[in-house]
């Protein structure tokens, strides 16, 4: 029994046509009620189409719209599904909701169409995660990311993890109902063998995160540098048009200036700063300030500057020399000159970012993380295989707390996909969707 729930799947605002969703028991009593066809809606089969006249409660017409039929178990929600596609805009949509309202059907909550086809077996928990994941992604790469998992890449890793993970659990509680001397001689070491290839698994599993989560969120990169170092003049290059004003003029940038471009499909946050000096102006001094405030914020700083001798950089900076068409700069150093080597000093720094921040040469095929939750249960359920490792390795004592942690890590394992779900979970999950999806 679900009640129907309804929603304006499509953004609003101008359109040409926008959709409504309608999902639950009794959808297509509600279908026959808005519509005069000859043909009912509810004796229409399964992925059919229909045009028809919508009408409100006084019988006047209220668009006319075409109606797509799914029944269960075959639609998204895995429940009877009608979608209405009226014309877009203020109004139309808008009167059609209010009408089914009347009807008795219900606002949806944000993410109920994606929870329901969870509860109804349609997908895992990472796949649902996935559906948001593409409606928010910020690059192509991540979108590709996110339609991976979509597809079931990262459950087809977890899904045997967490079963292989479960037997051995189910195995070791069951051969601690033996005495010692009944059980096989190496099975203690076969225990651990076990358990060191299922940590091996995790790991990598673990590993993809930090990349996951730059294609995810971006980097934060800051170019910092006395005036006159350059910093506008490689945020112009790197970004491709001219955005921040270029001067000779020591203090020319006075307000930090942030624009994104995509590295390998990564977000990096592009941040130019006003020069960092004992400024003349308030206006200045208040530009100075806020980039040591950005410094602290940072995930990289690039710190740039034409002299080398004179010039200490901020602790953990990535010191680059600019303008060596003018001066030389000191062997092996990150050198750029923007003015007569523009591609070049492109190259340099995009390397030097790379490496900064630990991309791997292009996208992977194998599955990765998608997520804090992903990461933060993965997380524990590594630590329960080290500690019930350990555990087995002190002997008879550490039998019993060996398997408790076994367990532990089968449930967190669970958790990821959704296999031993609490509804404060699914709450968490669901409630960052938007209404529609
Ligand atoms: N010769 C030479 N001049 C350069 C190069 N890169 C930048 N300049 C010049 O250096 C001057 C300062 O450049 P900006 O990019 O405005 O420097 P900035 O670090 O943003 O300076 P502030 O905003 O004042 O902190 C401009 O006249 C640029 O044209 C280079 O590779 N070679
Ligand atoms: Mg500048």
């Not at 509600?30 to 059919?48: H, I, N």
């Not at 409606?135 to 890449?153: D, F, M, T, V, Y």
């Not at 992903?374 to 398997?403: M, N, W």
Request: charge should be negative; proline fraction near 5%; include cysteine.
């Amino acid at each position: 029994m679900s009640e129907p729930i309804a929603a304006l799947a499509t953004a609003s605002g101008m359109g040409g046509v926008a959709v409504i969703r309608l999902s639950g028991d009794e959808v297509y009593t509600v279908a026959d009620q808005l519509t005069r066809l000859k043909t009912p809606p509810s004796q229409r089969k399964a992925g059919t189409f229909a045009y028809a006249s919508l009408y409100d409660g006084k019988g006047d017409v209220m668009d006319d719209a075409v109606l797509l039929f799914f029944r269960a178990p075959h639609s998204y929600t895995g429940e009877d599904t009608v979608e209405l596609h009226v014309h877009g805009g203020q109004i139309v949509p808008q009167r059609v909701l209010k009408r089914l309202w009347e009807l008795g059907v219900r606002p949806d909550q944000p993410g109920e169409f994606t929870k329901r086809a969870f509860l109804n077996g349609r997908m895992d928990l990472t796949q649902a995660e996935a559906v948001a994941d593409i409606i928010a992604a910020r690059s192509p790469r991540a979108e590709r990311a996110a339609r991976a998992n979509l597809q079931g890449q990262l459950g087809q890793t977890l899904i045997p993890l967490y079963e292989d993970t479960l037997a051995h659990s189910v195995q070791v509680e069951h051969l601690l109902d033996f005495d010692e001397g009944e059980l096989p001689d190496d099975f203690f070491e076969e225990a651990e063998a076990t358990l060191q290839q299922l940590v091996e698994r995790t790991q990598a599993l673990l590993a993809t995160w930090h990349e996951s989560r730059l294609v995810r969120d971006g980097a934060l990169v800051v170019l910092a540098g006395k005036p006159n170092a350059g910093k506008s003049t490689l945020l112009n290059l790197l970004l491709g048009y001219e955005r921040a004003i270029v001067s000779n003029e020591a203090g020319t940038t006075r307000d930090s200036i942030e624009e994104t471009f995509l590295l390998d499909g990564v977000p990096i946050r592009l941040t130019d700063t006003a020069g960092l000096r004992d400024a003349p102006g308030a206006v200045e001094r208040e530009g100075v300030s806020r980039t040591k405030a950005l410094l602290e914020q940072a995930d990289v700083v690039l710190y740039l500057t034409a002299e080398p001798d004179n010039d200490p950089p901020p602790q953990g900076a990535i010191v680059i020399h600019t303008k060596t068409d003018l001066t030389p700069a000191p062997a092996g150093s990150l050198a750029i000159s923007v003015r007569c080597e523009p591609q070049r000093a492109r190259e340099t720094v995009c390397q030097a970012l790379r490496d900064a921040l630990k991309l791997s040469q292009g996208e992977t095929a194998h599955a990765t993380l998608a997520n804090e939750r992903q990461f933060a249960l993965l997380s524990t359920a590594d630590k329960a295989l080290h500690e019930a490792i350990a555990a087995f390795r002190q002997g008879d004592l550490g039998y019993v707390p060996a398997a408790q942690q076994l367990r532990a890590a089968a449930e967190a394992l669970g958790d990821i996909l959704g296999r031993t779900y609490a509804d404060d979970l699914l709450d968490r999950v669901f409630s960052t969707f938007c209404v529609g999806k």
